[in-house]
């Protein structure tokens, strides 16, 4: 896609997470999942747990993640027992092949949204059935109005090591106008509290792009950022998926509707955020993808990323969410009714999958690690058998050419202008017949 096409941000997705991409994904795949569910693993792979906990106090205008905001306590009960079953059915599978699990993720929605108890409830029944004693890393996404001092110390006692606090921006008004949930104070409030309780690794979630904000405003959240000091900061760019209160807005009342012209385009994001790195380096931090810095490299070691970008197995569980299993990508039914009825009746809630061949898991890898700036064609020779620096020579060219990439000696490492928009270049390296095809 040409950058003039990307100057403005347009609805459609723009976050390249998986490949292929999902619109291939189809329930005629099923089929595959289930024999590789029902196989041993492939030797050596890791395998990580992630959790879907899809409850909210508000909806953001900018998201689009199954959530839910109506749900009551009844409700929680139901969603989180059939969470159990489906990760007790997966653990009594062969494709387990007792392997321990490497990392759990808690994502959401908000899983800080969970009471004390039913947090104490579910993870101690989850251990039960897939210990995590061995675990490189446990991650819990929080929304920072949701924490209180008791439950951050319940989540260490229980073993999380990774705090990720969704702050997203520092301003009231900007927090308001996006939907979120939260206020500036409870950020100061929940941040303190978990950094008395010394957790392992605390990281901060920005936004470069939400309506209302300026250059003003973005400079004092990186300010406030790293007066904080925590261990990793994550900065996404706004995008517009086609499901967001934002992009239903721009449906409805067109692309001139006001909130339009409220969203930075990409230059502005990518200034942002380049702006941001630039600051963030300077207090210490150094860049360890597209999206991330982090303070100490050797301790701040993002094992849920890397693995995946790497080749992990995960199992997904919770309503839509998505995982790997040698070699076949599958998704979950993305309703409550379907999810929490098929576990009901004692049947995995799967929606739909796809089997992918070697060249697909070659070229997903790459370019999942090309979103850490740098990739080693040795590992890819070790791995695959495959000279990606022939192979995908054109992807390659196009990008150096561009002032995007450098390649020399072997070594492929991308500019900082190729970082900042790595996901508009990605799919130069996709396959012919998955180019110019929507990605979900």
């Known amino acids: 896609m040409s950058e003039a096409t990307q100057e403005k941000t347009g609805l459609g997705n723009y976050f390249v997470a998986n490949y292929p991409p999902f619109s291939f994904w189809k329930p005629e795949h099923l089929p595959a999942a289930l024999r590789a569910c ?9 395998l990580g747990l992630y959790l879907h906990i899809p409850f909210c106090r508000k909806r953001c205008k900018f998201c689009y993640f199954r ?4 749900k009551n306590a009844r409700d929680i009960e139901v969603y989180l027992d059939a969470l159990l079953t489906e990760v007790r059915l997966y653990s009594q599978m062969a494709v387990v092949g007792g392997r321990p699990l490497q990392f759990v993720y808690f994502g959401g929605g908000t899983p800080s949204y969970l009471s004390a108890a039913q947090l104490r409830g579910l993870i101690t029944r989850l251990k039960d059935i897939m210990p995590w004693d061995k675990a490189q890393e446990v991650t819990f996404e929080c929304e920072p109005g949701t924490l209180q001092q008791p439950k951050l110390e319940t989540l260490k006692e229980l073993g999380i090591t990774r705090l990720s606090l969704g702050i997203e921006n520092f301003d009231d008004k900007i927090l308001e106008a996006n939907g979120r949930a939260h206020l ?21 979630d920005l936004i470069a792009g939400m309506v209302g904000e300026t250059w003003e405003n973005w400079r004092e959240c990186v300010r406030k950022t790293i007066e904080l000091d925590p261990e990793s900061v994550t900065i996404y760019q706004m995008e517009l998926p086609f499901n967001t209160v934002y992009s239903k807005e721009l449906r409805v009342l067109g692309q001139e509707a006001p909130v339009a012209h409220e969203i930075a385009d990409w230059p502005t994001k990518r200034a942002w955020v380049d702006y941001a790195f630039d600051q963030l380096g300077g207090a210490g931090y150094e860049v360890s993808s597209a999206y991330t810095v ?33 070699g076949v990508h599958v998704q979950n039914e993305d309703t409550w009714e ?13 929606h739909r999958a796809l089997p992918v061949s070697k060249s697909d898991l070659l070229t997903r890898e790459l370019i999942l690690q090309l979103k850490t700036g740098h990739v080693q064609p040795g590992y890819f020779r070790d791995k695959f058998g495959a000279n990606i620096l022939e192979d995908y020579a054109s992807g390659f060219d196009t990008l150096e050419e561009s002032g995007y990439l450098l390649e020399s000696h072997g070594d492929v490492k991308l500019t900082r202008p190729g970082l900042l928009q790595i996901d508009r270049l990605l799919p130069a390296f996709f396959e012919p ?3 110019g095809t929507r990605y979900t």
């Open 38 to 46: 029902n196989s041993a693993p492939v030797p050596g792979t890791p």
């Open 67 to 70: 959530v839910y905001t109506d």
């Open 184 to 204: 500036s104070q409870e950020i100061f409030r929940s941040y303190q509290w978990a950094r008395d309780l010394k957790f392992d690794q605390i990281n901060v």
């Open 294 to 326: 982090v303070k100490d490299r050797a301790r701040c070691r993002f094992v849920y990323r890397d693995s995946l970008w790497h080749g992990a197995d995960m199992f997904g569980t919770g309503v839509a969410s998505f995982g790997h299993l040698s």
């Open 338 to 350: 379907q999810y929490v009825g098929k576990l009901q009746s004692g049947e995995l809630p799967l």
């Open 433 to 435: 017949s998955y180019q």
